[in-house]
């Protein structure tokens, strides 16, 4: 019932910034999450946002480096990195959740996917 699309991601030097967003079809007022897959590996969290805004929680691998953030009247939510490292190369998923939530499987509806790419 929500679509969701990411963009923004794209071929970034390690040490440099990115800032993704997701656009969602109609207004939400969902928790949202960012998600990440590399290639041979499972699907990770990163980060998540209460449908206010008023509550952020990262996994350990962002933490400090990525923010997450949702301005509702635009109907969007970004994921703004800095600090880029090679490991942070993934696909990566916004998605609208159930709650607000670090697991994967609480989340409803999902976006297509950005590719970034972090060269060293």
């Known amino acids: 019932q929500v679509q969701l699309v990411e963009s923004g991601g794209g071929l970034v030097q390690a040490g440099g910034s990115l800032r993704l967003s997701c656009a969602a079809s109609?207004?939400?007022?969902?928790?949202m999450g960012w998600f990440r897959q590399a290639p041979g590996k499972e699907r990770e969290f990163v980060a998540a946002i209460s449908w206010s805004g008023g509550s952020t929680y990262y996994a350990d691998s962002g933490k400090g480096r990525f923010t997450i953030s949702r301005d509702n009247a635009k109907n969007t939510v970004y994921l703004q990195m800095n600090s880029l490292k090679p490991e942070d190369t993934a696909a990566y998923y916004c998605?609208?959740?159930?709650?607000?939530?670090?697991?994967?499987?609480?989340?409803?509806?999902w976006g297509q996917g950005t590719q970034v790419t972090v060269s060293s």
């Open positions: 998605a609208a959740s159930r709650s607000f939530s670090t697991d994967l499987n609480e989340y409803h509806n």
């Open positions: 109609g207004r939400t007022f969902y928790p």
